[in-house]
C-alpha cells in the first residue's frame, strides 16, 4: 500500500474524531485491516490533482491528502455510460476506503470519498445504507425527498436516510467529499431511481 493511502487514513482519522457531526453518525470502526485493493486509474483523477480550491482550516488537510493519493487509490464506477453519460464518468469517480471492500476493510461501516466535477447533475438515487455526506472542498445543490434543497460547502454536512432518494448538482464548482455509510448492506450499491420505474 501506497504511504499516501495510510497518510489519507490517518487524516480521515484526525477530521472525524475533530468532528461532530461524523462522530455523531458512526464511531470509528476498531475492526481495520490493511488490504491490497490495486490503484485504479480515474480521467478525474488528473483533475483532482490540478484543482486549487480556497483552503479551509478545517478540511483542506484532507483535501491535500486526496490530492497526493490520487495515482494510488482504487477508483469505482458503478455507473454506465448509457445511465449518465461520458461527460459524467469523466469528470465523477469515488474510492472506498473504510468498508468492506475498501483500502482498509471494515464491517462497521464505509467511508468514501468522491469527486464530482462542475456542471454535472447526479441524478437520484437510494441505497439501503444511511449516509452522511461531508464536504471537504467546493459545493453543490443537494436534493433529497422529503428535505429542503441546500447549497453546501466546506465542513457541511447532509443525512440520507435508508432507501431516500437523493440528487445532486454541481455549477461554476466541482465538489469533493467524505460520504460515510452505516447500517444494512454496506456492499450494496447506489440504485438510480429512474433505473426502478
Request: proline share 7%; hydrophobic share 40%.
Amino acid at each position: 500500500m501506497h504511504n499516501t493511502v495510510i497518510k489519507l487514513l490517518d487524516e480521515v482519522k484526525q477530521l472525524w474524531m475533530a468532528t461532530d457531526s461524523l462522530k455523531a453518525f458512526t464511531d470509528w470502526p476498531d475492526d481495520l485491516i490493511a488490504s491490497n485493493s490495486a490503484p485504479n486509474p480515474a480521467p478525474a483523477a488528473e483533475k483532482i490533482m490540478a484543482w486549487r480550491p480556497p483552503e479551509n482550516s478545517e478540511t483542506s488537510p484532507l483535501v491535500h491528502t486526496v490530492q497526493q493519493a490520487a495515482f494510488h487509490v482504487n477508483w469505482q464506477f458503478i455507473y454506465t455510460e448509457e445511465e449518465v453519460g461520458r461527460h459524467f464518468l469523466d469528470n465523477y469517480a469515488y474510492f472506498e476506503l473504510i468498508g468492506p471492500t475498501g483500502h482498509f476493510q471494515s464491517d462497521q461501516c464505509c467511508a468514501f470519498i468522491g469527486y464530482w466535477g462542475p456542471g454535472l447533475f447526479y441524478p437520484a438515487h437510494h441505497h439501503a445504507s444511511e449516509e452522511l455526506y461531508f464536504v471537504l472542498a467546493g459545493h453543490a445543490l443537494f436534493e433529497s425527498d422529503g428535505d429542503g434543497p441546500a447549497t453546501l460547502g466546506p465542513a457541511a454536512h447532509r443525512f440520507h436516510a435508508s432507501h431516500q432518494p437523493h440528487a445532486m448538482t454541481t455549477t461554476d464548482s466541482a465538489i469533493l467529499t467524505l460520504v460515510l455509510w452505516r447500517g444494512p448492506d454496506l456492499t450494496g450499491l447506489s440504485q438510480l431511481v429512474s433505473a426502478d420505474n
